[in-house]
């Protein structure tokens, strides 16, 4: 059982919806909502003090947890890799294809136990990070032989333990992958721990909204803290018929899929289609608001400016992009069109927002040759712009909001460290752009998720069990 939610928190310092407040009082409700929220106001007895600068905790819209077993074991260079002279699109060598067969390889030997235990690290590892939602796009569903479990569903409850243990709020986004490839290919063998028919794949759904959307339940569902989604995996790996009985059977809640990462993939899309990943996805599914389309990478101009009109949110990892040579995901015209993003942190190279936002910013400098490029204005603080459309865009993929410290939203608190030296003598928007782009020094001090105080002067709450945990299965599995 959980403990009681403190009656308040008083935050000196705090950027609110209207922007940086001073004195701030925060109230929560028994669900881990905000009750109240006021400026200018004295800290009273039993209030927990929060010394710092607060900001609304930020939704990681995109996750494999499985992956983060074999974060930074990728990075020895393949018998195609020629070395230098040898480089340019469509080269022989290393790329996201070879990476995926190794990731293959890795996965198969996680079994439930293992695969809760890095689940968990890597959920703690988000929190102190400042990261307080995440949206787990799970596909490791059956054992490594591709023969279900006992409970359909027993991969996907690890998430949920894990994500408990933890104290992050979840959205679960159970992942339809029922092909191999466009033309509805067979599945390869390290594909067969995710692949399910599309009748298998309505049972595990059921199975899962029993567990969290029971009739009369919860807001978010009998598990606290849990919306549930559905994550077709992309257009290579669920057909066109499979899509639309998938979209039948889930006719709300978010919608997460892969789309336009690689440039074989939109080749590939173009020969069995006639249409490039991001327009056949508009023209025939419709994507909304409700609609998160991760990477999105490789768009023309008029996907990019049509993608944006639909008020479907671009799931951003630049980290994982650039680690496989996806490409540049092109920001500055989406957001001239009026798109939303949001962040995600995917293979977990990198399990971070501050190195997300950043490098979304420098990605585009490298490829304009300009700075500020994704500031939105003369005299505007880029990373003031970049975390709040990364707030804004990352709460509304994962079904979670409203977005940030309002009456009503999460009572997610992440609290900057102010006495370092990184931020010392910054104050209102400063204070981002030097979280964001000034040093790579742990500045998260406090987090509270779903108003429970999970992350306290630098430490979670059950770190180091979850460690133990953690270190024995990475131990297992290198074995």
């Known amino acids: 059982m959980a403990p009681p939610l403190p009656p308040a928190y008083f935050l000196p310092r705090a950027l609110l919806a209207e922007g940086w407040a001073r004195d701030v009082l925060l109230t929560c409700r028994p669900d881990g909502r905000i009750a109240t929220v006021a400026a200018g106001m004295a800290c009273p007895p039993g209030a ?15 996750s494999h947890a499985h992956q983060r077993a074999i974060a930074g074991l990728g990075e020895a260079a393949g018998p195609g890799n020629a070395g230098p002279g040898n480089a340019g699109p469509g080269a022989a060598g290393d790329s996201f294809w070879s990476w995926r067969e190794a990731m293959y390889r890795a996965v198969a030997a996680l079994d439930p ?7 968990a690290q890597l959920y703690v590892e988000m929190l102190k990070s400042g990261f307080t939602t995440v949206a787990e796009f799970h596909y490791l569903h059956h054992a490594p032989d591709g023969r279900p479990y006992a409970d359909p569903a027993e991969m996907s409850l690890r998430v949920l333990a894990a994500a408990a243990t933890a104290g992050i709020g979840l959205t679960l986004l159970p992942v339809l992958y029922a092909a191999g490839g466009f033309g509805g290919a067979p599945a390869g063998p390290g594909q067969r721990r995710f692949v399910h028919d599309i009748d298998g794949f309505l049972r595990l759904l059921a199975r899962l909204r029993a567990l969290t959307q029971p009739a009369g339940g919860q807001p978010d569902g009998a598990l606290p803290g849990v919306v549930l989604g559905v994550a077709p995996h992309s257009l290579r790996a669920v057909p066109p018929e499979a899509l639309a009985a998938l979209l039948a059977a889930a006719p709300d809640g978010p919608v997460h899929i892969h789309v336009a990462e690689q440039p074989r993939e939109v080749a590939d899309c173009l020969a069995q289609t006639g249409q490039r990943p991001v327009e056949w996805l508009l023209a025939h599914a419709r994507p909304d608001a409700r609609w998160c389309l991760v990477h999105a990478t490789h768009m023309t101009g008029a996907e990019t400016a049509a993608l944006a009109a639909s008020g479907a949110v671009a799931g951003l990892c630049p980290t994982t992009e650039a680690n496989l040579g996806d490409g540049i995901f092109p920001a500055e015209a989406f957001l001239a069109a009026g798109g939303r993003f949001g962040i995600g942190s995917d293979s977990h190279i990198s399990v971070s927002p501050v190195e997300e936002l950043r490098w979304l910013e420098y990605a585009q400098r490298l490829a304009t040759g300009r700075r500020a490029v994704l500031a939105g204005g003369p005299g505007r603080s880029t990373g003031r712009a970049l975390f709040d459309a990364a707030l804004a865009g990352g709460t ?16 997610d608190i992440v609290v900057l460290d102010t006495s370092h030296p990184l931020l010392l003598a910054r104050d209102g928007d400063a204070l981002l752009d030097s979280w964001i782009f000034a040093g790579n020094a742990p500045l998260v001090r406090h987090v509270v998720a779903a108003g429970r105080h999970v992350v306290a002067d630098f430490r979670h709450a059950a770190e180091a069990a979850v460690a133990r945990r953690f270190a024995a299965a990475m131990t297992t599995l290198a074995e």
């Open 396 to 411: 509304a993929a994962s079904g979670h909001g409203p977005a940030g410290l309002v009456a009503g939203g999460r009572a």
């Open 113 to 119: 136990p293992l695969f809760e235990a890095v689940a």
């Open 48 to 62: 927990v003090r929060l010394p710092g600068a607060a900001l609304p905790g930020l939704a990681n819209l995109h």
